[in-house]
């Protein structure tokens, strides 16, 4: 047993992945097994490692899921390195035997939980992945999902959110489709404050279920947030698209922050880098965001670069942004050091 679907598909237990490093996104079974097996590199790295959540369950037993946070390391080509994946085996079946959904003792918890390979994801991440999968699996959302729900229908004001818990946020974002969560979200848009405006804007951007409705709204809302000089909110607002079916215009939106003060703000080219990477596959527009932050934010360009280049969608139109030679000055001085810095570190 050498890769971890292997070991799962011998365990009898069924299974489902979900990304953590960037988003938290699903990842198809038989993509997964390809990555496993190394036939194709993790899409979504991040620092050389690939962030996922692991839940399985054995259908027969009728047993609770299990779940493993995993930090598998990724080779220069972003491919799951196979050895890892075996130490990790090993010491899963060294710390619990064959039966991966056996009973265990706190010791041997806390024995698993020591792993190198296990690592322990942000409290907004671990409450938006439960209310993900929760929603999956047709469980029953938490108890703060009812509070923010009578939030968002405006019953009790807009200015009495300070008791309202991040899951009972990620459990609305993760309902869109429930109890017209999506009408009661774009009626609350023009009244809401900023704090619960930038939560509810942190859990939408893992939802694919955002109508094109809600997608404008979004759109007018960071259009007027960024007027008011609120550009924090306004960045937020951007990821909170990130997801959204309507890619068109989420990178209208993109396009539009472009030109404006954003564009000089470390933030917003984090932003794009770590949730709206999808949008840099137009390579007119990836030009221009390379050319904006080689200009405004030079200092963060190797980092940038080095992430994206490493995501297998863009790598190629990344590297090809290289050989063009029709680039300002800016952008020229920035792969140039981009060079030296690589020089150095060989």
């Given amino acids: 047993m050498n890769t971890l679907t292997d070991f799962l598909e011998q365990a009898q237990c069924q299974y489902r992945v979900y990304d953590l490093g960037r988003i938290v996104q699903k990842i198809n079974n038989s993509e997964f097994q390809k990555v496993a097996n190394n036939e194709q590199a993790y899409p979504y790295p991040i620092q050389q490692h690939a962030f996922i959540?692991?839940?399985?369950?054995?259908?027969?037993?009728?047993?609770?899921?299990?779940?493993?946070?995993?930090?598998?390391?990724?080779?220069?080509?972003g491919l799951m390195k196979t050895t890892a994946q075996t130490s990790f085996i090993r010491m899963v079946v060294e710390a619990m035997g064959e039966d991966l959904t056996a009973d265990i003792s706190d010791k041997l918890q806390e024995r698993l939980a020591s792993n190198p390979f296990v690592f322990k994801p942000s409290t907004e991440k671990l409450a938006i992945f439960n209310a993900n999968i929760n929603s999956a699996?047709?469980?029953?959302?938490?108890?703060?999902?009812?509070?923010?729900?009578?939030?968002?229908?405006?019953?009790?004001g807009w200015h009495d959110w300070q008791a309202l818990g991040f899951q009972g946020f990620a459990d609305l974002a993760a309902r869109l489709n429930h109890n017209n969560n999506q009408q009661k979200i774009i009626n609350a848009l023009d009244f809401l404050p900023e704090q619960?405006?930038?939560?509810?804007?942190?859990?939408?951007?893992?939802?694919?279920?955002?109508?094109?409705?809600?997608?404008?709204?979004?759109?007018?809302?960071?259009?007027?947030?960024?007027?008011?000089?609120?550009?924090?909110?306004?960045?937020?607002?951007?990821?909170?698209?990130?997801?959204?079916?309507?890619?068109?215009?989420?990178?209208?939106?993109?396009?539009?922050?472009?030109?404006?003060?954003?564009?000089?703000?470390?933030?917003?080219?984090?932003?794009?880098?770590?949730?709206?990477?999808?949008?840099?596959?137009?390579?007119t527009l990836?030009?221009?965001?390379?050319?904006?932050?080689?200009?405004?934010?030079?200092?963060?360009?190797?980092?940038?670069?080095?992430?994206?280049?490493?995501?297998?969608?863009?790598?190629?139109?990344?590297?090809?942004?290289?050989?063009?030679?029709?680039?300002?000055?800016?952008?020229?001085?920035?792969?140039?050091?981009?060079?030296?810095?690589?020089?150095?570190?060989?």
């Fill in 137 to 156: 699996f047709i469980r029953p959302a938490s108890s703060f999902y009812p509070a923010v729900q009578t939030y968002f229908a405006g019953e009790n």
């Fill in 53 to 77: 959540a692991l839940t399985f369950w054995q259908v027969a037993a009728q047993k609770e899921h299990f779940i493993w946070f995993l930090k598998m390391p990724l080779d220069e080509q």
């Fill in 196 to 283: 619960p405006l930038q939560t509810l804007s942190l859990c939408l951007e893992n939802q694919t279920d955002i109508s094109t409705e809600l997608t404008e709204k979004i759109i007018q809302q960071a259009t007027k947030r960024l007027q008011l000089g609120q550009e924090t909110t306004a960045i937020l607002l951007l990821r909170s698209i990130a997801s959204a079916n309507a890619q068109g215009i989420t990178k209208q939106l993109l396009t539009e922050q472009l030109s404006s003060t954003l564009a000089h703000q470390a933030d917003w080219y984090i932003t794009i880098a770590g949730r709206c990477w999808a949008q840099l596959e137009d390579e």
């Fill in 286 to 346: 990836l030009n221009r965001y390379f050319e904006a932050l080689a200009n405004h934010q030079q200092a963060l360009f190797p980092q940038l670069f080095a992430d994206l280049v490493a995501i297998p969608a863009l790598r190629d139109k990344v590297l090809k942004q290289l050989r063009l030679t029709a680039r300002s000055p800016a952008l020229s001085q920035a792969i140039g050091l981009l060079f030296s810095g690589l020089k150095e570190n060989t």
